[in-house]
């Protein structure tokens, strides 16, 4: 029998180094990693690779901590513990943006220990919101594609770039589509599935990506409305790749209608014209996005921003998955909860990891949560 699409994307996305590995033995081609969605990444695409975003590895630590302390989160723990364990040979470079402190210090890290792979540290603006950014990271990315192509030994076309930037723009307009289905029909598909597209999207070859999305689309567009479950529920973080808490959602009678998180729509939202200048389209598109809390930005409220989700997608309260010792989104988390308190939206926070643990703790909590959301609707 084979695979349904929802279980070609449930298994890309729990073995997306599998789907690498695959990818490059079948095409030739090289793969590079890249941490954080603010890489540019359709300069990689525009040259024929598969940017990979590397997620870190459901392992027990046991290397890196004597490379790195054990009080960073476990996204660069672990991915660095499995670069030690030889877990990413099949890479042919990895790209850091500098989106947060522990990312830049890991790649001074990589390149100590990994002196002959081709790394690169792309300098991110902090402040997104003033003219000199936009100016400022077009610089950058054309200083970074130089590099690349001095790397590659072979030059990347503005028309090569225009059409990444395009194929990209087609597959965030679908994703998108996928939200505004899931939040219209909730019960017609469930968190883990939604989770597993967009985190198979950062592993794909988007071209292919984009074509199984389209099946999928299709088969949404005419699923038959449901009532689904009785509590509806926002989620807001950073890096979430736990399909087990997905799951505990649908065992406890809830469902996701949208999302806040940087593997969830924070990645796809907001497109940009390929018209003009395909580097400064691109840093213009990375300049308003939705920004990450490790950006600062004057014309965006995060706390606004996720009062109206929470309100749109008629949800009854939030659940809020940070890694454990990821200090943006840990120092927005005090106004984020002020602002739902005073807005009288039900909010709850659960510190995650990469590496195995126990989910006991968390099912217990979170399903304190739920019942309290279902009673508090049933008054």
């Known amino acids: 029998m084979s695979e349904s699409v ?10 997306p180094y599998d789907y690498a590995r695959e990818w490059k033995k079948r095409t030739g081609g090289r793969v590079f990693g ?8 359709e300069l990689l695409h525009a040259a024929g690779l598969l940017p990979m975003r590397i997620l870190g590895y459901k392992e027990n630590v046991s290397l890196a901590d004597s490379h790195a302390q054990p009080f960073i989160c ?8 499995a670069a030690l364990k030889d877990k990413f040979d099949f890479l ?12 830049q210090n890991l790649a001074d890290i990589w390149r100590h220990n990994f002196p002959r792979q081709f790394s690169e540290v792309v300098v991110l603006p902090v402040w997104v919101d003033i003219p000199e950014a936009e ?11 130089q590099k690349f192509e001095k790397h590659l030994g072979a030059s990347i076309s503005d028309a090569d770039i225009a059409k990444s930037v395009g194929i990209y723009n ?19 598909i469930t968190g883990k599935a939604v989770l597993d597209v967009v985190r198979a999207s950062m592993s794909m070859r988007k071209e292919e990506h984009t074509a199984l999305l389209g099946k999928l689309l299709g088969e949404l567009r005419v699923a038959p409305k449901t009532n689904g479950a009785t509590v509806r529920v926002v989620l807001y973080g950073n890096a979430c790749d736990h399909p087990d808490l997905m799951n505990l959602f649908d065992e406890m009678d809830a469902v996701i209608v949208d999302d806040d998180l940087c593997t969830g729509s924070r990645y796809f939202l907001h497109t940009e014209a390929v ?21 600062h930005t004057t014309s965006f409220d995060r706390r606004r921003y996720l009062v109206d989700m929470v309100k749109e997608s008629k949800a009854d309260g939030v659940v809020m998955l940070i890694l454990k010792f990821c ?39 979170l399903q304190a949560f739920v019942e309290m959301l279902k009673e508090k609707k049933n008054v």
Do not use: W
């Open 92 to 103: 042919d470079g990895v790209v850091f943006p500098h989106s947060c402190d522990s990312i």
């Open 327 to 365: 200090d943006p989104h840990a120092f927005d988390y005090p106004d984020l909860a002020k602002r739902l308190t005073e807005s009288n939206i039900p909010h709850l926070l659960l510190e995650t990891e990469m590496q195995p643990s126990s989910l006991e703790q968390i099912r217990t909590r």
């Open 74 to 81: 476990s996204l660069v723990r672990t991915s660095l513990d």
């Open 6 to 15: 929802l279980e070609q994307f449930s298994r890309i996305a729990a073995k």
């Open 275 to 295: 018209n003009g200048d395909p580097i400064r389209k691109i840093a213009q598109r990375y300049m308003k996005r939705v920004p990450c809390p490790s950006k």
């Open 135 to 145: 100016d400022y990271l077009t610089e950058e990315i054309s200083r970074f594609r």
């Open 170 to 188: 087609e597959n965030r307009r679908a994703l998108t589509e996928l939200y505004s289905l899931r939040r219209e029909n909730p019960g017609s």
């Open 34 to 41: 890249y941490f954080c969605t603010y890489f540019p990444e």
